[in-house]
């Protein structure tokens, strides 16, 4: 496996691997990198779908990218996913999956499409005061040593990184402005979230940073990501023969990690309360999804908070069972064990009933909800909240079986261990009506109204999810297993939980990649794997880069850090009248 860059190799087809008709596939997790495995397999592998077989622990496909009507809760969503143009092996899968609405179309052109006529674009990002913009909301008012401890950040390599959390490399000055606020509730980075990894996200979205303040860069799906993504893959992998194995766990997968060699032997799992092994050959490749933010979720509804109780799951027992085997599988232990108490666990999905609430969504978004457009393009944070409360309202409707006037809100808060301002408990003990209460309360809506909106007027489903920010815990380099680790013959690790260079996990970008590069990998195919996208080499976006954390001041007025004020001194007067300088009129910056 190597990586490209460039259209040469982004629109070949690759001649099929040899051994290609010899290969069948276990995948084992039918989230987003299973899926994605399975068609890369079948696109650019050549293999035949009818020897492709996905193990899924839940009845249904998408793993984290859920959206469902469940008969008894209502609408759930236990997240959203932020994508850009610069997801190089999303859009390289996506291209090639047809679409629901028209067939004769890709899920990618019709994405592209939408996102052309109904762009993303953000009125109000940040509100307090019960409704009220934020009125520095639109900068992101960097000191000039926050500036200088990002740019430190960015310029440490990994390796000095191991374990350190983000607020063992930032100041307080940081911890207060806007861009922290911003990255914190867009990312759901905490405090105590990896170093390194926040190191990779700068890195990764440098070409972003004027824009995260009014999420312009962002693109949205037509409705929820499991109808809008996930269905349109199953559909296909299912015309081509692929069996889907519901309601199954696997419970390990025996390898022998005692020669040079690491060979998948056997699998071992149960199916609908049976056990089962699968004996392996050489020509039986194995791709795994270690771990899952979404494991032992559990849901409430308007008078019942989310159970907190939980096992460990299936998922992160099958990762244990694996690292028992070879140190070079990872250490699941560092993820999901020793979770801190102020980080994001509760999510709830608000299905609002009737029109009650649009004067105060409209006041605050500057949309109608019922308009078909993107609503809030995003997060819209809540700074005085105690929970760190946001919400996100997509376009509407948000699944095709909505009624006319319903609205579906999605709402999240990062910490769990305060409790609410008008609601006084944590937000892991509130009922649906509660978590809806606490909202409305926020967003403006008259005390005297609150309750009787929040329990006849509405219906939410609250979502308990032990592991959704356990992506960031502070990690060390070999804490996630390689895609495919070192003498590896038969065996690949998939997901956010799998390490591959410099990009960036918690995206579907990221899955998506790991799915491409193990495949590739395996199967020695003969394609190169789009690289993580350059911004961070571009002088361009750097450039830019510098203009928008200082708030969109020229040169002259940045107390600026070392690199710039060296060109300031003594550069200026020598690059007039040269492509430096046009480079630097580009960026605003003179």
Excluded at 213 to 218: G, Q
Excluded at 343 to 372: Q, R
Excluded at 413 to 440: M, P
């Amino acid at each position: 496996m190597y990586h490209s860059n460039g259209n040469y190799e982004a629109f070949a087809n690759p001649l099929p691997p040899s051994d290609a008709t010899k290969k069948s596939a276990y995948i084992v997790g039918g989230g987003l990198a299973g899926l994605a495995a399975a068609v890369f397999m079948i696109r650019d592998g050549k293999m035949r779908g009818n020897k492709i077989h996905i193990f899924e622990e839940l009845p249904i496909a998408g793993g984290s990218m859920d959206g469902i009507k469940n008969p008894q809760r209502g609408f759930i969503i236990r997240g959203g996913r932020e994508m850009e143009a610069h997801f190089e092996t999303l859009w390289d899968l996506f291209r090639s999956i047809p679409s629901l609405e028209n067939p004769d179309v890709s899920v990618l052109d019709e994405f592209y499409w939408l996102n052309k006529a109904d762009p993303s674009f953000s009125h109000c990002r940040v509100i307090e005061r019960r409704g009220h913009r934020m009125p520095s909301d639109g900068k992101l008012t960097l000191t000039p040593t926050a500036i200088r401890e990002l740019i430190d950040l960015a310029l440490t390599p990994e390796e000095k990184l191991q374990d350190v959390q983000i607020n063992q490399v930032f100041s307080d000055e940081f911890f207060e402005s806007n861009f922290w606020l911003y990255w914190a509730t867009m990312f759901a980075f905490e405090r105590w979230s990896s170093a390194m990894e926040m190191r990779r996200y700068i890195l990764r979205f440098i070409h972003h940073v004027g824009t995260l303040a009014d999420m312009s860069a962002l693109k949205f799906t037509k409705y929820n990501q499991y109808e809008s993504l996930i269905m349109p893959l199953v559909r296909w992998l299912e015309s081509h023969g692929v069996k889907f194995h519901f309601d199954t766990i696997v419970k390990n997968i025996v390898v022998d990690c005692k020669s040079d060699k690491k060979v998948a032997k056997k699998i071992e799992l149960v199916k609908s309360g049976r056990k089962r092994e699968i004996n392996l050959t050489l020509d039986d490749l194995v791709f795994v999804t270690n771990g899952s933010i979404t494991e032992s979720t559990t849901y409430g509804d308007n008078d019942t908070a989310a159970d907190t109780r939980h096992e460990l799951g299936a998922s992160w027992q099958l990762w244990k069972n694996l690292a028992a085997q070879c140190k070079e599988f990872g250490r699941p232990e560092k993820f999901c064990e020793n979770i801190p108490a102020a980080n994001w666990v509760i999510s709830a999905t608000i299905t609002l009933n009737d029109d009650t609430v649009v004067p105060y969504i409209e006041k605050i978004c500057k949309k109608n909800p019922h308009s078909g457009s993107i609503v809030s393009s995003g997060p819209v944070t809540i700074k005085d909240s105690n929970w760190l409360y946001g919400f996100s309202i997509s376009r509407q409707p948000h699944f095709r079986a909505q009624k006319t006037n319903q609205i579906v809100v999605w709402t999240y808060g990062l910490l769990s261990d305060t409790n609410g301002n008008y609601v006084k408990k944590k937000i892991t003990e509130c009922t649906g009506a509660e978590l809806c209460a606490e909202w409305l309360y926020h967003i403006g809506v008259p005390e005297s109204q609150i309750d009787d909106i929040a329990h006849n007027r509405s219906s939410t489903v609250p979502s308990h999810m032990p592991y959704i920010t356990t992506y960031f815990m502070p990690r060390a380099l070999g804490d996630r297993p390689l895609v495919v680790p070192r003498g590896s013959v038969n065996l690949a690790f998939i997901g956010n939980y799998a390490e591959t260079e410099r990009d960036t996990v918690f995206t579907t970008e990221y899955s998506v990649r790991t799915a491409m590069e193990a495949v590739y990998t395996l199967l020695n195919i003969d394609r190169g794997v789009p690289e993580v996208f350059d911004s961070c080499f571009d002088i361009r976006m750097l450039l830019q880069s510098v203009y928008y954390l200082n708030d969109k001041k020229k040169l002259r007025d940045i107390d600026v850090p070392w690199v710039m004020k060296l060109l300031e001194k003594q550069g200026l007067k020598r690059v007039r009248g040269t492509y430096l300088e046009q480079l630097l009129h580009e960026s605003h910056l003179v």
